[in-house]
Structure formats: structure tokens, C-alpha cells
T-cell receptor, first 111, second 115 residues
Framework: AQSVTQLDSHVSVSEGTPVLLRCNYSSSYSPSLFWYVQHPNKGLQLLLKYTSAATLVKGINGFEAEFKKSETSFHLTKPSAHMSDAAEYFC?????????FGTGTSLTVIP | GAVVSQHPSWVICKSSVKIECRSL??????MFWYRQFPKQSLMLMATSNEGSKATYEQGVEKDKFLINHASLTLSTLTVTSAHPEDSSFYIC?????????????FGPGTRLTVL
């Protein structure tokens, strides 16, 4: 069975400080893992994707994520938060024909 | 690349409405329709394959939410006999044909309000 757990429903950081959004997954297969970002009233934008090529995945806008099989984790990080990073972030595991979504983490960036 | 559009972006209706989802720069054998309630994650409604009937998730009324995927770049969702409880944010996504990838590219969403 596939599932995704985003450990924090809300994260608040100050502008210029690091961002850490946590995601744990469960998958019967060798998973594909994604992070998407959703700004208010918008669709989802792909930030990055893990497909077993490299455990450290670099995405757009300075985000990256590290796949740790032993911990079944795929946490999203960014060294320095920007005001425009304030949004909802979804961790997703792909299995078969379907996406399995986490419940989302709302990121607030404090000026 | 990999742009997906939706039309309309918002709509107010009383009875039925058709929402279009287009892959603008790639062909998509498979498209997906999701529904999202405020402050919640996406809920898959149905998987749409070009030239065949859509596969609906459990609990989704196929006679109410009609899906047509007539071409490799267009899928439509028609909400029929709409009621206020159908008001929601509807998002489609598309997966590129023959790419060997499972990446889904999402449209900007359609905000539906049923009076």
C-alpha cells in the first residue's frame, strides 16, 4: 500500500532562514516521489522529482530534497526562504497509475 | 514546456457546466480530474484515457460528473444537475504520452460555484 505523511500541517519561518518541510512515505514499490507547490487559487507546480537516479534531487527556485530509503523520508529544504515561497506544499508518491498525496504543509514566511 | 490549461478559471452556474482541460505543448494519453476542498489535499475523482471510458474513483457519481477524452490534448468534465454541494475547486492534470514518465502536470484549476 502507498501512503504519504506530511509531518507538519503548518510551518512558519523568517525570510532568509532555512526551510524544512518533512515527508515520510510508504510504498510497496520502488517509488517515484514528488514535491509540488500550490499558491492560492492556483494549480500545482512541480518543484522536483525523485526517480532513483540520485538521492539528492535539486528542483526549481532553490529547493532540493533528499531521498532516504532507510528512513522512508523525502524532506524538502531550501537554504534561504523568500517571501514568494509562501504557499501550500504537497509531497506525492507515485505508484502504478496513481498519485498519492500528502495532506499538505502550509508555509508562512515572515518578513 | 508541459503546460496544462483549464477553462474557465471560474464559473457560477445553476444547472450544468463543462470544464475543459488542455495539454498545450504535449500529447496526453491520460488525464486526471481532482477535486479540492478549502485547506485540503486533492481528491482524485477519475482517470481519463484518450478514446476510452473514464475510470471513476469509489463514491464519485459517473452520471453526474461526465468525462470525455476525445483527443490527446483535450479532456472535458461536465458537471450535470449541479447542486451547491458540488461547489469546489476542480483541477485536472495530464501525463505525457509515451514518455515513460509518471509525472503529472497540473492545470491552474477551475473554481465552480453552484447557486
Amino acid at each position: 500500500a502507498q501512503s504519504v505523511t506530511q509531518l507538519d500541517s503548518h510551518v512558519s519561518v523568517s525570510e532568509g532562514t532555512p526551510v524544512l518541510l518533512r515527508c515520510n512515505y510508504s510504498s510497496s514499490y520502488s517509488p517515484s516521489l514528488f514535491w509540488y507547490v500550490q499558491h492560492p487559487n492556483k494549480g500545482l507546480q512541480l518543484l522536483l522529482k525523485y526517480t532513483s537516479a540520485a538521492t539528492l534531487v535539486k528542483g526549481i527556485n532553490g529547493f532540493e530534497a533528499e531521498f532516504k530509503k532507510s528512513e522512508t523520508s523525502f524532506h524538502l529544504t531550501k537554504p534561504s526562504a523568500h517571501m514568494s515561497d509562501a504557499a501550500e506544499y504537497f509531497c506525492v508518491v507515485s505508484a502504478g497509475n496513481q498519485f498519492y498525496f500528502g495532506t499538505g504543509t502550509s508555509l508562512t514566511v515572515i518578513p | 514546456g508541459a503546460v496544462v490549461s483549464q477553462h474557465p478559471s471560474w464559473v457560477i452556474c445553476k444547472s450544468s457546466v463543462k470544464i475543459e482541460c488542455r495539454s498545450l505543448d504535449f500529447q496526453a494519453t491520460t488525464m486526471f480530474w481532482y477535486r479540492q476542498f478549502p485547506k485540503q489535499s486533492l481528491m482524485l475523482m477519475a482517470t481519463s484515457n484518450e478514446g476510452s471510458k473514464a475510470t471513476y474513483e469509489q463514491g464519485v457519481e459517473k452520471d453526474k460528473f461526465l468525462i470525455n477524452h476525445a483527443s490527446l490534448t483535450l479532456s472535458t468534465l461536465t458537471v450535470t444537475s449541479a447542486h451547491p454541494e458540488d461547489s469546489s475547486f476542480y483541477i485536472c492534470s495530464a501525463r505525457a504520452s509515451g514518455s515513460g514518465t509518471d509525472t503529472q502536470y497540473f492545470g491552474p484549476g477551475t473554481r465552480l460555484t453552484v447557486l
